[in-house]
């Protein structure tokens, strides 16, 4: 069983910055490949930003790409999310998830894992 906890949340304005984490425990964190998700309400699910198990690929939504950094430290079995620019849309529950395998998927469907979320409130 993976355990896996989110960090990092909170309420900013627009144009500011936060770093979201993802601490994991429970399995040999770099044999999964990372991502992390969004539900705003009413809406579904999106996908924002995944990792490779090794950290050397790297894929994000164009809604946020430019504008946030995903990373990992798999000696810390920690993955973070340094998000910039923030906008008002950018509002929503954020989620990280695992999948066992080096390859990074998009779909939420691919991971095996996932985090209890952590709000971010982006005010304008």
């Known amino acids: 069983q993976v355990q896996l906890v989110e960090s990092g949340g909170g309420l900013v304005q627009a144009g500011g910055s936060l770093r979201l984490s993802c601490a994991v425990s429970g399995r040999t964190f770099s044999n999964y490949a990372m991502g992390w998700f969004r539900q705003a309400p009413g809406k579904e699910r999106e996908f924002v930003a995944a990792?490779?198990?090794?950290?050397?690929?790297?894929a994000y939504a164009d809604s946020v790409k430019g504008r946030f950094t995903i990373s990992r430290d798999n000696a810390k079995n920690t993955m973070y999310l340094q998000m910039n620019s923030l906008k008002p849309e950018d509002t929503a529950v954020y989620y990280c998830?695992?999948?066992?395998?080096?390859?990074?998927?998009?779909?939420?469907?691919?991971?095996?894992?996932w985090g209890q979320g952590t709000q971010v409130t982006v005010s304008s």
């Open positions: 990792i490779s198990a090794g950290g050397g690929r790297t």
């Open positions: 998830a695992a999948r066992f395998g080096v390859v990074l998927t998009t779909t939420p469907h691919g991971y095996d894992y």
